[in-house]
């Protein structure tokens, strides 16, 4: 029954199954331990330091990233990705059980939670990097539309799961008397199961990869070069840094509001949690059952035309009715195309990228630009607050319109030369080419 409902709905062959699952039950757990520690890090740092030092964190944050991304590129490329994996899932255990100790010997909470953001980053950049590539190894880029958002929706259940633990988080701990960041815990607990169930795609074949040997400059050009030699993967790499500058500038809008409204830790994590909890429902459904339905149906070049045009749409109404119900609704629309479309369309674009380049692609594309953009929409932030005394939303709101537009306007021209593209030489490695093309154009 089981067989015949994921055949029917899913489109899901019974060999397929296992695959799917094991896939499924990884991204859940990486999920539900990034909402918990995201959700734990912004409430607490929100209430220890406040939402404009966001800024600053944020670009440190980046800077931080720019800085490991070197180090990731050299690694993701090299080795295995299925034994990278698996030692990043003990790598970030130990990270939150070092923090976790950290909390309990009473060091000053800025420090705790700007390293607990620190850590959600490494989390949010890295691993879904080594995940998806791996993905990819395991599996034909024909068969990735059709696997992929079913695999991308365990990761939005474990979304629901970590955002409905840390909404009920506040009430229950506080009855046992316990700190919230006890929920770090469940994070270690959760990363040690990663470890145990990745070993079920020992059995599974993957593509070997040709083993690299560069320095951090090398790899980071090949990389930057190949997007830069593929024109429909530059001008995505334009509206990609855009597209990272207008998030920010609508998640600062989102947290200042907030705070506003907010006063105590325990009710901004309980209203950024139920919040969240709802867009991911939706996302669930999006993401299961009409990510690859719309890809399909606008062919893939054209599903890049929503992340822009969202952020567009966002931005002009933050504009005209200012407010925390905007502010909400509109960070999560964002989020919801970014994360439930942009980035699964993304993901199956980059399955044309050469075995051995894809993870120094995937890394400058998703790491390395999108935090250059972060740290863009930063500064941006910075120089209208710091000029206009501190408050200038409609100021920042109306650069996030303007850069928008600007997002859109270069996935436009990337739909122009996405056919020419596809028979770039740094793609030719693929002997049923024709058949995909086919299949995605």
Do not use: C
């Amino acid at each position: 029954m089981i067989t015949r409902l994921a055949e029917r709905f899913f489109k899901i062959r019974p060999d397929e199954i296992g695959f799917v699952l094991t896939m499924g039950a990884i991204l859940f757990m990486n999920a539900l331990t990034l909402q918990i520690t995201n959700v734990v890090s912004i409430s607490g740092f929100l209430n220890e330091v406040g939402a404009n030092l966001f800024i600053i964190l944020w670009i440190v944050e980046m800077i931080v990233i720019i800085g490991t991304t070197g180090l990731h590129s050299l690694i993701v490329d090299r080795f295995d990705r299925l034994s990278l994996l698996k030692l990043i899932s003990l790598f970030f255990a130990g990270l939150y059980l070092i923090l976790t100790f950290m909390f309990l010997i009473g060091l000053p909470g800025w420090l705790n939670y700007s390293l607990l953001s620190l850590f959600v980053d490494q989390q949010l950049y890295f691993f879904p990097i080594i995940y998806w590539i791996l993905a990819n190894d395991l599996t034909h880029p024909s068969r990735s539309i059709r696997l992929f958002p079913v695999i991308a929706s365990f990761g939005i259940m474990g979304d629901i799961a970590g955002l409905g633990i840390s909404a009920g988080a506040p009430g229950v701990l506080a009855g046992l008397a316990l700190p919230n960041t006890t929920l770090l815990i469940l994070v270690i607990i959760a990363y040690l199961g990663i470890f145990v169930v990745s070993s079920g795609l020992n059995k599974i074949p993957r593509r070997e990869v040709q083993r690299q040997h560069e320095t951090v400059r090398e790899t980071l050009k090949e990389g930057r070069g190949f997007v830069q030699d593929v024109p429909a993967f530059r001008y995505l790499m334009f509206s990609l840094f855009i597209i990272a500058a207008v998030m920010t500038i609508i998640e600062y809008h989102f947290l200042a509001l907030s705070e506003s409204s907010y006063q105590s830790i325990d009710q901004f994590q309980t209203f950024y949690s139920v919040v969240f909890l709802i867009q991911t429902i939706v996302a669930i459904v999006v993401q299961s059952l009409l990510t690859s339905r719309i890809i399909n149906w606008l062919n893939l070049k054209n599903t890049f035309l929503l992340m822009p045009a969202t952020a567009l749409f966002v931005t002009i109404v933050g504009m005209i009715f200012p407010g925390i119900v905007s502010a909400t609704s509109g960070y999560l629309m964002a989020k919801l195309v970014l994360n439930g479309i942009d980035d699964t369309s993304r993901k199956s674009l980059q399955a044309f990228v050469p075995e051995e380049r894809r993870g120094r692609v995937s890394l400058f594309m998703d790491s390395y630009l999108y935090a250059s953009g972060v740290i863009l929409g930063s500064i941006i932030l910075g120089f209208t607050l710091i000029v206009s005394g501190g408050i200038a939303s409609s100021t920042y709101i109306i650069i996030g319109i303007l850069l928008s537009a600007l997002a859109l306007n270069w996935i436009l021209r990337m739909r122009r030369s996405y056919d020419a593209s596809l028979f770039n030489w740094r793609l030719k490695r693929r002997q049923h080419m024709s058949s995909i093309l086919d299949k995605l154009g």
